[in-house]
């Protein structure tokens, strides 16, 4: 790859200056960044620095709010619904897995709906806030409607995500972070670059027809749930991606289905929203509330290591645990930078420009 | 069809007299009966009576014990991990999803995870317990490895369902009851029956390849993870099935991975095995802990209402709403009859004269 390489560092103190500059307090800059950076870290480019500039957008149309009144407005000892005040996704949802984390140390568990967010950068992120407490980590939110259920012409729900992070001893965490669709927005987004087509079962045209069309989603197609049609269980697929949305937002009092606030800016708000802002659902599980975290742990490294082991397909060179991924293009990038494509590097110069800063 | 078809109550009649005859008290019996048969009237008839000759086959090799003590071994306000003592699965699974109902009740949440536990039948029976608590409910259990890894050759995790139930108001309740898997068994025997291939991405065979043929679990092939291959999102379905073993058994100290205990009872128990029997994790959340449950309940009202009136693709008559097709199923066996095939008729003859029973 050609692309600039920047040190996470670089753009750590570019990204922190930027939500400053929209009015983020210090430390809401420094939680705002490092949430979103997670994503380059992780090779999740399509929701990182590449994003920033939405995130500007979205405050620019007061869609965001750079000091919100995060604060939980119901509660019991395991549960607690966050109102996030419009805030950036970046910073109320790491809030609502704090809680979370506090409710399962004195609990057992702690489950958090959100309501009155935005888009939250990556769900792992926030489902490996629990690694480090001996904890089970489960993230997920909702998104604004680019999927079309089984059998339907119209678009529902979001890629609306999962993710479940599990601590082990000697092996690193077991981190599953999925979008419940065959495919997300950044694989078209890879394959409209190479001006590839998209294999079968990701995506449909606005007239449900199948497509591999990699640009039709600007033409007002749609991603297709896990599976991809009925025969390979698209249903599935969907009624996870349900599942999601009525955790993340039927529970909360946030919108939902395809009344979810899109991420671009330009494109209008709903008509008569259900609730308020994006959804999310945050939950902890304290390891020991079930059995000895260390007992746990050496099971977690016997069971990751029974899949390493495992016979490959011809042509394939290992069996990877979920996590396996994005953990190593986090140490590869952390040692040689995070590439930036030479449209996103465009895009923070002129980010730069409207707030004075140097990029 | 032409298949004979017995009521409701004539099954459960000749089934609770079958659990007794192995030892079961009128009680479990009639426990193990409901559960079982929740699975007939739901129209998953490979989870239903067709398996009880399998059952007592399981009580003859010593690995179902029909006098449990089933009990509580270790929990905190909202967790606890539930020991089945072998029992059924069908017994055990609802006392666990019980004692998540409890502790939802007190503390907003109840999560169990349970060990030492047999094959629980389906999922959404479990789940379903939660809705007139006005509760959603979640079940999953792990079970024995037919299904193949993204990549892998061996089998390694089971079809690892996942069930989610959430109350509505005036609609019916959402049941989002899915295996994690492209295909589960019960599809593959009826192409077996019809002598018919399986869809690309169901099943590979004994070295990895990819397979059409509905037989080729019976020659050492495998199921594929919901995505079928990594193109078309394998991975996801895998990671799924993944943490569906985890929550079940890593955290209860059930049987994992590969060495889940088999259904069939001349398939020989696994080497080595890790823990006990096989795991199940049941979890309860009280909608009130998070809003009221009217307006949770009016708001799925809206939200199912949205899905039922999507534009249709061509050919198909609706967009379902998980739980559809199997409540559509209760209603017509509730009025008609459950029918039944040829072989599971004679198999249940069988039964009937083993135990000096009639069917």
Redesign the interface.
Known sequence: MSDTRYTYEQLCSFSESIFKSIGCSPEHAATATKTLLSADLRGIDSHGIARLSGYVRLWEAKRVNATPDIKII?E????A?VDGDSGLGLVVAPFAMQVAIEKAK????G?V?VQHSNHFGIAGYHAMMALEHDM?GVAMTNASPLV???????K?LGTNP?C?A?PAGQEPA?V?D??????ANGKLEMLQRKNADT?D??VQDAD?NPSNDANILKKGGALLP???DR???S??????G??V???SA????AN???WVPPFPAYVPMPAQQ??KGIGHFLGA???D???PAD??KS??D??IR??RS?????G?E???V?GDPEREYEAERKLNGIPLLEPVVADLRQLAVKFSLVF
Chains 1, 2 share one sequence.
């Open positions: 119901h019991t000892p395991s549960t619904v004195t609990c057992g568990t489950w709906s089970i079309a259920p089984t059998f339907s012409i119209d529902m999962i479940v599990a077991f599953a999925l979008a419940t669709t065959t495919a294999p079962g990701w449900g896990l599976g991809g025969e390979h269980g249903h599935k697929g969907y009624a996870l349900a599942v949305d009525i955790f039927l529970l909360s009092g939902y289905a395809p259900p609730g599980m304290r390891i509330a079930f059995r007992e746990f099971a977690m016997h069971w029974g899949f495992c016979r490959t397909l011809p394939e290992k069996v990877l979920p």
